[in-house]
């Protein structure tokens, strides 16, 4: 009878812990979106850039597909292929929050979303080597981390935030003793679906967590679940990963590591002399001296707890390498590491080190008095949490908070959105192009007497107005039958020969048809627009946007990785029905 009266008490006080502690992050986490609501929208670095992308996803909703390709708003309207390169969960998450909310709440929630992820993600990651109260302080530290208010209120960098939540899972599954092979996969191929450049910081970082653990251990069980961890998970993402990486030689994606955005120009307290760029470097390289003091201290208190801990040598190898990474004697690693040039900026690196700046504080509170669980230590750690939320919160509205403009406000891009389009992103800008030779407020379409007729010239005026020049145009009936992001079909009547040319970037995806006859040798412009030759007549031109061989190349094996986590599913559900029985 005592038994039976107790441990429901017992249980329901485990309960009632687990919520406080969960409910201090959630709060933490809303104290520091705070000033998004009130102060309203920062227009950091890279607002515009996922604004515009989630109007340009509903958009496509809207016409019925399901899985955007191109950006048919970018470039004044002639589009651009973002959605192939960009990975796809940020911008169907900020989609989502646009259809269910006002667009001037999209922000404040997505940032939400994010934070309450990275703190519940790492109370997941730190339970497993340190007390709950410790992890729950630790989680709160790790999304109050100076870098991750910059990312979040001052680039507005939404992709790179949202990894931050798989980080600590990736430790997580990289270095825990028991079966870990799917999660880590699962992992892995969420990475690449949400950030390239932290991805490529993950595969990096899971081979040196691994690495240090089997020295460590002189055990190498960790090294081939961790190799096939990657293989399954790259082939969850391959539908993504694969046309990404065959279709750059589509593009001028080599535009994304031009002078200013390159790894040497970026390295700590550097100097190029465009201020933009000097003033956000100088903000993140104090940042980096700030983490990496708060790091070095809290692995040095963490020394006192003699205990053997499984984090401690792979996260120092971390912190060291980390340390090598934002100096500029680590430019040869850099330039010969596989696709460590595309992080853009050694500062990325400071995502990782906040990761590991909780962690250490969190081993760190072994035996003190903090760790205790006596009601005026937890209430002393929640009024202490609960006061680094607010001070972080305030930092970050008055120092990252970036103020909005006239044509940067939200209100004023969705305007633009629905009349204008906007300027083009560079690196996916159609290969051999320059699109900065595309006017603004262009007809759909165009029939003109030469291939090449009716161009600007971006070194007089990038992006000018376009002026009607009788001169080059000829006179022919045109009906636009059809015409949204992905699927166009217009009719023209001439009585000689012309060209057609579309406000449409030819891009090797697009199927071109006239009369039903596919048109597969197209002349090619300066500014990179469609141009298709017309004989005199009638002609029906249609232009679709198709899935060309690299696409389904990268289904096949994301199809077979998922077949194989249904069949490891599947095995491990019988083994488990066998042991019960």
């Not at 069980?221 to 065959?246: K, N, T």
């Not at 120092?399 to 940067?408: A, L, R």
């Amino acid at each position: 009878m005592r038994i039976s009266f107790h441990f429901p008490h017992r249980l329901s006080s485990n309960a009632t812990r687990q919520r406080r502690r969960r409910s201090l992050i959630f709060a933490c986490a809303a104290i520091a979106v705070l000033p998004l609501a009130w102060r309203g929208t920062t227009c950091g670095h890279d607002f515009d850039f996922h604004l515009q992308s989630w109007l340009e996803v509903i958009h496509h909703w809207r016409e019925g597909i399901l899985y955007p390709h191109w950006d048919a708003s970018a470039n004044y309207g002639a589009g651009e292929p973002r959605f192939v390169f960009y990975p796809p969960v940020s911008w169907l998450l900020g989609a989502l929050i646009g259809i269910v909310l006002p667009w001037t709440w999209t922000q404040v929630a997505f940032t939400l979303i994010a934070f309450i992820g990275c703190g519940l993600s790492f109370y997941t990651m730190a339970r497993e080597w340190m007390t709950d109260d410790a992890a729950t302080v630790s989680a709160c530290i790790y999304l109050l981390n100076p870098y991750l208010m910059f990312v979040a209120y001052e680039r507005t960098a939404y992709g790179e935030m949202l990894s931050a939540t798989l980080l600590p899972l990736l430790v997580l599954y990289a270095l825990r003793q028991k079966a870990s092979l799917l999660p880590l996969s699962f992992v892995i191929a969420t990475l690449w679906l949400t950030n390239a450049p932290s991805a490529v910081m993950g595969c990096y970082l899971l081979a040196l967590l691994v690495l240090i653990a089997a020295i460590r251990d002189r055990s190498y069980a960790l090294i081939p679940r961790s190799v096939g961890a990657v293989a399954l998970g790259l082939g969850l993402a391959a539908f993504y990963i694969v046309p990404a990486i065959y279709e750059q030689h589509w593009v001028e994606i080599t535009r994304a590591i031009a002078p200013g955005m390159r790894v040497e120009d970026s390295f700590l307290f550097g100097h190029t002399g465009e201020s933009f760029h000097d003033h956000v470097l100088h903000t993140a390289s104090w940042i980096a001296v700030i983490l990496l003091a708060a790091t070095v201290v809290a692995a040095l208190l963490s020394w006192r707890d003699k205990r053997p801990n499984q984090l401690r040598a792979p996260l120092i190898a971390t912190l060291i390498a980390v340390c090598i990474l934002l100096l500029p004697f680590s430019d040869i690693l850099w330039r010969h590491a596989p696709e460590l040039k595309f992080l853009q900026f050694p500062w990325r690196w400071l995502l990782v080190l906040g990761l590991i700046m909780a962690t250490f504080i969190g081993l760190s509170l072994r035996g003190s008095l903090l760790e205790a669980a006596t009601r005026k230590t937890i209430r002393t750690r929640a009024i202490s949490m609960l006061a680094l939320a607010v001070v972080m919160s305030s930092l970050a509205a008055f120092i990252f908070w970036q103020p909005c403009d006239d044509e940067d406000n939200i209100a004023a891009q969705r305007s633009t959105f629905r009349d204008t389009g906007f300027e083009g992103t560079d690196e996916y800008t159609v290969g051999n192009a320059d699109n900065g030779d595309i006017q603004q407020d262009l007809p759909p379409v165009r029939i003109l007497k030469t291939e090449d007729s009716d161009e600007a010239d971006s070194s007089i005026e990038e992006n000018p107005e376009w002026q009607p020049n009788t001169a080059d145009t000829v006179d022919a009936r045109l009906n636009i039958n059809h015409w949204t992001s992905e699927s166009k079909e217009v009719a023209v009547r001439l009585s000689t020969p012309a060209f057609a040319v579309f406000r449409l970037m030819d891009y090797p995806a697009w199927q071109v048809q006239v009369n039903g006859k596919a048109v597969s040798a197209r002349p090619r412009r300066d500014d990179g627009l469609l141009a298709i030759p017309l004989d005199p007549g009638q002609s029906v031109i249609t232009v679709r946007y198709t899935s060309t061989r690299d696409v389904e190349l990268g289904r096949a094996p994301s199809l077979l990785a998922l077949c194989v986590v249904i069949a490891v599913l599947t095995e491990t559900k019988r083994r488990r029905r066998l042991r019960l029985s």
